[in-house]
């Protein structure tokens, strides 16, 4: 049986220069290893300071139930929906509950003893353990059929540039914190080898139009779509990088980038993360992806909605306080609607030389640090998967007896095709294994 070529070899033979690697990835009439079986992909998005139960939580089980205001948005994937009720961080220890909310939520383990001092209890440090989605980076990076480009990407919008407990959930291993990149640009550069200074960029495919056209000589008519797809997807985001947002037909202004890092850009560095975000599973540059929106204790304003207050100030409001509840409420909808915008995206990409879409692949896991942010309970953390990546039966709406959310991390490793690790996290918590009924 002759052997594959790699990708590296692929270019080599075609003259090409390594910056046409990104284009190459994922093009089935390549033969390139791993390109024949199924892609399954996961993304856990976060956003920050818990959720108002009522207004969260369907009243019903099983699969007859109503979406509750925060869930609205989505309506057109309810069916490929599951929400997950009773799902509880049990790990304790060190550090107060918006630490280990953070800390402990992808990781499944105690903080190391540390001296960041939180809102209460004994300070602490780092997590004490790798977290899922690296986890199951490892594991598909090790294998020649699921490896890819980066195995995983952290993207992140307007997470603060210190870094400590509450502003990480992403861990390599043992007291090893992984930054996510909540610049466009930088994102932008990592995924496409290198950026060109924002005042002057020049389109990469400039650098590359040669070696496209020798790629498209050499591979399948299907492959030369996927090729100009990509090709303009990044054309596109040349130009919404280097735009200003007042719409107005002149140059732009020589030193001002497009997307500021300030609070009242967060919807369009959202959407602009997300965007990249699909297109790198469409390219095959990871299989695994984080999106963290802000931070535990997350302060964001969310001016754009209406509300002034900080995000954080408000979740502290007693439940009679119904303004407060009303806001909140609106909040976490316009989480779930970058929920929902990401799965129509990647609803609308089809997979690449496979049928169907990319969210036939794909599971999106949303999530929290808190169930409830004026009680900072642990309690009902908020876990709702939109997606058929994991080939779980969805279009459900689940109550657990409260069971430790290390058992759903468990089930979400064997989704992915990780089924020996037999716990995960604190095994003390793993003793009944990974989640029933979620298949």
């Known amino acids: 049986m002759a052997r594959t070529r790699s990708r590296r070899e692929f270019l080599r033979d075609l003259g090409l220069s390594a910056a046409a690697l990104p284009f ?10 791993g390109t024949s079986a199924r892609k399954k992909r996961l993304v856990v998005m976060f956003s920050p300071n818990g959720v108002i139960p009522k207004a969260f939580w369907p009243d ?4 007859e139930f109503a979406l509750k205001e925060s869930l609205t948005p989505l309506e057109p994937f309810k069916d490929r929906t599951l929400i997950m009720h009773g799902v509880c961080d049990k790990v304790r220890g060190d550090g107060d509950n918006h630490m280990r909310g953070m800390g402990c939520l992808l ?6 003893p540390g001296n960041i001092q939180g809102g209460s209890d004994t ?19 090790a294998d020649e059929a699921t490896r890819t480009r980066f195995g995983s990407l952290e993207f992140g919008v307007m997470v603060p540039q210190r870094a400590d ?10 007291n090893r914190p992984i930054a996510p990149i909540d610049d466009p640009y930088r994102m932008f550069s990592k995924l496409y080898g290198r950026m060109k200074d924002q005042a002057s960029l020049k389109s990469l495919l400039d650098d590359v139009k040669d070696d496209l056209k020798k790629i498209e000589t050499a591979v399948s ?13 990044v054309r596109e985001m040349e130009r919404e990088l280097t735009s200003t947002d007042d719409g107005l037909d002149h140059a732009v202004p020589e030193l001002e980038p497009g997307i500021k890092a300030v609070n009242d850009e967060i919807p369009r560095i959202s959407k602009t993360q997300i965007d990249l975000m699909v297109q790198s599973f469409a390219a095959d540059f990871a299989r695994v992806a984080t999106l963290q929106y802000t931070n535990s204790v997350g302060m964001a304003k969310m001016n754009w909605l209406g509300i002034p207050e900080g995000h954080h100030e408000l979740s502290h409001e007693p439940d009679n306080n119904e303004a407060a509840v009303e806001k909140l409420t609106k909040i976490n909808k316009w989480f779930c609607e970058q929920l929902a915008y990401m799965a129509k995206r990647l609803a609308e990409t089809p997979e690449p030389g496979g049928p ?3 969210l036939d692949n794909t599971s999106i896991l949303w999530t929290n640090e808190l169930g409830k942010g004026n009680s900072h309970t642990l309690n009902d953390i908020p876990f709702v998967m939109v997606g058929n990546g994991l080939d779980f039966k969805m279009g459900r709406s689940l109550k657990f007896p ?17 089924t020996d690790l037999k716990s995960f996290g604190n095994p003390d918590f793993c003793g009944d294994g990974p989640l029933s009924d979620l298949t």
């Open 221 to 233: 008519v299907e492959d030369r779509r996927i090729l100009e797809e990509h090709a303009t997807f």
């Open 24 to 33: 190459v990835l994922n093009l089935p009439s390549l033969g390139f290893a």
């Open 60 to 63: 019903e089980t099983g699969a």
């Open 123 to 141: 300070p602490a440090g780092w997590a004490s353990g790798l977290s899922i989605d690296q986890e199951i980076k490892k594991k598909y990076q």
């Open 165 to 174: 407990t509450w502003t990480r959930m992403v861990y390599d291993g043992p």
């Open 356 to 358: 169907g879409s990319l």
């Open 402 to 418: 409260k069971v430790a959310h290390n058992r759903l991390l468990l089930s979400i490793a064997h989704g992915m095709g990780h």
């Open 107 to 112: 990781t499944g383990i105690e903080l190391f």
